[in-house]
T-cell receptor
Framework: GAVVSQHPSWVICKSGTSVKIECRSL??????MFWYRQFPKQSLMLMATSNEGSKATYEQGVEKDKFLINHASLTLSTLTVTSAHPEDSSFYIC??????????FGSGTRLTVV | QKEVEQDPGPLSVPEGAIVSLNCTYS??????FMWYRQYSRKGPELLMYTYSSGNKEDGRFTAQVDKSSKYISLFIRDSQPSDSATYLC???????????FGTGTRLTVIP
């Protein structure tokens, strides 16, 4: 079945540094990928829609200059958290459409900013 | 009012019990209804999806959608300890990419 590989699975960084999270579609081409954030005991919240070869579409309230998204190929989307702060600590998950309404998700990245 | 409401639980049941998980929603444009299972510190995996109203069965899992009441359910028969996870409902309008998720219900099946 369709697999989305997300890396790293966890990362700890110092406040003020940047962190890059990668999301790859392993056996299919994903023209569109989605980035979500999930705080403990809360729902998945869509941050942005990543479109191959064009600018990402950000949801209201998400800072595009802080959360940089690049979708340079049909199999790779990256999310860079710039100048990370402790309040950015969260679980970040990417997903891709596999045709129809059934999206497939990556395994997530737990970011801790200290 | 949130787009999707889901009781966060937690819910604990003995092994073999029938589990009922539910979500309500407010947007009548939603046409696709999904249930995801999420183990701790992992991404969600799609369990089932239904289009519009009706029932769908897959092994021990049954999904029900009642659009008139804006209410969806997931039933798990003969629950197993391996079913212990957080279950998220999600829905989207026809042709839309954005999924709206419930907060998830944490289920524990006790051996």
């Amino acid at each position: 079945g369709a697999v989305v590989s997300q890396h790293p699975s966890w990362v700890i960084c110092k406040s003020g540094t940047s962190v890059k999270i990668e999301c790859r579609s392993l056996d299919f081409q994903a023209t569109t990928m989605f980035w979500y954030r999930q705080f403990p005991k809360q729902s998945l919240m869509l941050m942005a829609t990543s479109n191959e070869g064009s600018k990402a579409t950000y949801e209201q309230g998400v800072e595009k200059d802080k959360f940089l998204i690049n979708h340079a190929s049909l199999t790779l989307s990256t999310l860079t958290v710039t100048s990370a702060h402790p309040e950015d600590s969260s679980f970040y998950i990417c997903s891709a459409s596999i045709g129809g309404p059934g999206y497939t998700f990556g395994s997530g990245t737990r970011l801790t900013v200290v | 009012q949130k787009e999707v409401e889901q009781d966060p639980g937690p819910l604990s049941v003995p092994e073999g019990a029938i589990v009922s998980l539910n979500c309500t929603y407010s947007n009548s444009a939603f046409q696709y209804f999904m249930w995801y299972r999420q183990y701790s510190r992992k991404g969600p995996e799609l369990l089932m999806y239904t289009y519009s109203s009706g029932n769908k069965e897959d092994g021990r899992f049954t999904a029900q959608v009642d659009k008139s009441s804006k209410y969806i359910s997931l039933f798990i028969r003969d629950s197993q300890p391996s079913d212990s996870a957080t279950y998220l409902c999600a829905m989207s309008a026809s042709g839309a990419n954005n999924l709206f998720f419930g907060t998830g219900t944490r289920l524990t099946v006790i051996p």
